[in-house]
């Protein structure tokens, strides 16, 4: 599994998964329908969960080291478009994930990490509302068939997560 550390100076180290490589998201290939449960406020105790459809597609892209996805949905009554971008470097072994969409229209500081067998994970350093935290994306292909992407933040450097936002996948009917 990608374990991660923070060094005392706040810098984050991701350490690979012997295993990993850039067959690693092979399995999401093609296109989805995407269900959604997204927590409605993050870090204040919140419980209360919105619940959403979306679809999505995903290719490969240099020559099966990357890809490239979408996903489509309408998000508080609007259209609503983000991608994301992975690249798989064979030297230090890790995935970089980048993340845009129609709110910003900027890519965000990418995720780094790996699958170990059928989980992976993948972490970086971000500010949410003026604190600092940890955010953690981790993927699940142990069903093929319904594949599910999680994120979870953490303020105390990943000794405790909120996780906040589940996405189950599902094969869309050809």
């Known amino acids: 599994m990608a374990t991660f550390s923070i060094h005392s100076d706040g810098n984050l180290q991701v350490i690979p998964a012997a295993s990993s490589s850039e067959h ?5 290939t093609g296109s989805w329908l995407i269900n959604n449960r997204k927590l409605n406020e993050r870090l204040c105790n919140c419980q209360d969960w919105s619940e959403f459809g979306a679809s999505g597609t995903l290719r ?12 489509v949905t309408v998000f508080e009554g609007k259209p609503f478009e983000g ?15 980048y993340w845009s969409d129609t709110s910003r229209y900027t890519l965000d500081k990418p995720v780094f ?3 170990d067998g059928n989980i992976g994970k993948f972490y970086c350093t971000d ?6 935290i940890l ?13 599910v992407w999680s994120q979870a933040f953490s303020t105390d450097q990943g ?5 906040n936002w589940f996405m189950t996948f599902t094969r869309e009917p050809n």
């Open 24 to 28: 690693d998201f092979d399995f999401l």
């Open 60 to 71: 490969k892209i240099l020559q099966g080291f990357g890809n490239i996805d979408d996903f």
């Open 83 to 97: 991608m994301s971008l992975r690249i798989f470097n064979p030297q230090t072994k890790l995935w970089a994930i």
């Open 113 to 115: 990490g790996s699958f």
């Open 127 to 132: 500010v949410f509302n003026g604190k600092e």
């Open 135 to 147: 955010v953690m994306f981790q993927w699940d292909k142990q069903n093929l068939a319904k594949p």
């Open 159 to 163: 000794k405790t997560w909120e996780w």
